[in-house]
């Protein structure tokens, strides 16, 4: 039951730290559109100065295309994301569950030893006192021995 226990727990720690680096994957992703967009916007600003605008229109429109896709790409990124989440609070409950299970086996294991130690007491108890009537027997018998004997 430990190793189960442990290995449940190396996974949700396996999982923690993917989730962890899916965080960070997403903080990266974020600061660079971020980056795009200043980039984006400052191009714009300089297209603004230096294009005609049916340039500055097209191209404007091919950046668009480009956030759009980073922001789908976000999204997918999003759903594994929510995925992992459900499946970590699934193994959490699931090993939630199983540790209840493993107490309510350990505290019912103990009361069947308890049980079982007072079946010992009681039987070492009336075993003394077998074994006193036998010796009392005994003397018994031996004293009719040898008043036999005399």
């Avoid at 996974?11 to 997403?26: A, K, N, V």
């Avoid at 997918?76 to 107490?103: A, D, P």
Wanted: glycine share 2%; with cysteine; proline share 1%.
């Amino acid at each position: 039951m430990e190793a189960h226990i442990s290995e449940i727990r190396n996974e949700l720690q396996s999982r923690d730290g993917l989730w962890r680096r899916i965080q960070l994957e997403c903080q990266k992703l974020y600061a660079e559109l971020l980056k795009i967009k200043e980039y984006k916007d400052m191009q714009e600003i300089q297209i603004k100065h230096q294009s005609s605008p049916v340039q500055l229109t097209e191209q404007l429109e091919n950046k668009n295309t480009e956030l759009l896709l980073f922001a789908e790409s976000g999204e997918h990124h999003e759903e594994e994301l929510s995925k992992i989440r459900n499946h970590v609070y699934r193994k959490e409950q699931s090993h939630g569950f199983e540790q209840e299970r493993m107490k309510t086996e350990i505290s019912d294991l103990t009361e069947e030893l308890h049980q079982k130690e007072i079946t010992i007491a009681t039987i070492m108890d009336k075993a003394s006192l077998l074994e006193r009537q036998l010796k009392m027997e005994l003397e018994t018998k031996h004293k009719l021995l040898t008043k036999q004997q005399v």
